[in-house]
């Protein structure tokens, strides 16, 4: 089982639609959690933070369910330069480094908001 | 300016040759990061540093090898290359190895034929 599981997609909506994206994860001794976004041939910048309590940054709103050990991204109105693919990032502590921490990467979800 | 610079952004090379690859942060973290982006655009962690130090060494083979001559800066080097080394290479740096967010670099694309 991998230890960050999201949907590849891909999701094509239209421009104003609302799009959910889901994440698992398998290492219940995670403590912090993130969703970055990838545009093609960039590098992965930070979306968001994800906290316990969820948290919401303009159209953007994240969840986290630590019982499920769940986490969800909202995208409400999706805007063209809302293409991309987003990542969600599981900060855990690797069986192989002792008590060194390491940020867990996704496979990605894309996205393409079409016109 | 730029947080992490990575240094060369494209890298094309034949298969047996041993290729550097180049990475500075200029935003005083302590801990530096080398992951690789496969062509399934995949992000997996292959080493950390934090303050000069090796905590992280995940299963790659012995023919990377990181190099950290001080905080700032974090170089990998690559012997041998072979077919299956081509990829993105990602340097990134965060301000500790706890619970931060995580800068990158824009990539170095390796390509080895």
């Known amino acids: 089982r991998k230890e960050v599981e999201q949907d590849p997609g891909p999701f094509n909506v239209p421009e104003g639609a609302t799009v959910a994206f889901n994440c698992t994860y398998s290492?219940?001794?995670?403590?912090?959690f993130f969703w970055y976004r990838q545009d093609c041939r960039k590098e992965p910048k930070l979306l968001m933070s994800?906290?316990?309590s969820g948290n919401e940054d303009g159209r953007f709103t994240a969840q986290l369910n630590r019982a499920s050990q769940y986490i969800s991204l909202l995208i409400r109105d999706s805007k063209l330069s809302d293409s991309a693919t987003y990542l969600c990032?599981?900060?855990?502590?690797?069986?192989?480094?002792?008590?060194?921490?390491?940020?867990?990467f996704g496979s990605g979800t894309q996205l393409t908001v079409l016109p | 300016d730029t947080a992490v610079s990575q240094t060369p952004k494209y890298l094309v090379t034949q298969m047996g040759n041993d290729k550097s690859i180049k990475c500075e942060q200029n935003?005083?973290?302590?801990?530096m990061y080398w992951y690789k982006q496969d062509s399934k655009k995949f992000l997996k962690i292959m080493f950390s540093?934090?303050?000069?130090?090796?905590?992280i060494n995940e299963t790659v083979p012995n023919r990377f090898s990181p190099k950290s001559p001080d905080k700032a800066h974090l170089n990998l080097h690559i012997n041998s290359l072979e077919l299956g080394d081509s990829a993105v290479y990602f340097c990134?740096?965060?301000?500790?190895?706890?619970?931060?967010?995580?800068?990158f670099g824009q990539g170095t694309r390796l390509t080895v034929v």
């Open positions: 290492n219940s001794a995670s403590q912090s």
């Open positions: 935003l005083g973290h302590d801990t």
């Open positions: 990134a740096s965060s301000q500790d190895r706890l619970n931060t967010e995580a800068f």
């Open positions: 994800v906290y316990s």
């Open positions: 990032v599981v900060n855990t502590i690797p069986i192989s480094s002792g008590s060194a921490r390491q940020l867990t």
């Open positions: 540093y934090n303050n000069k130090e090796l905590i």
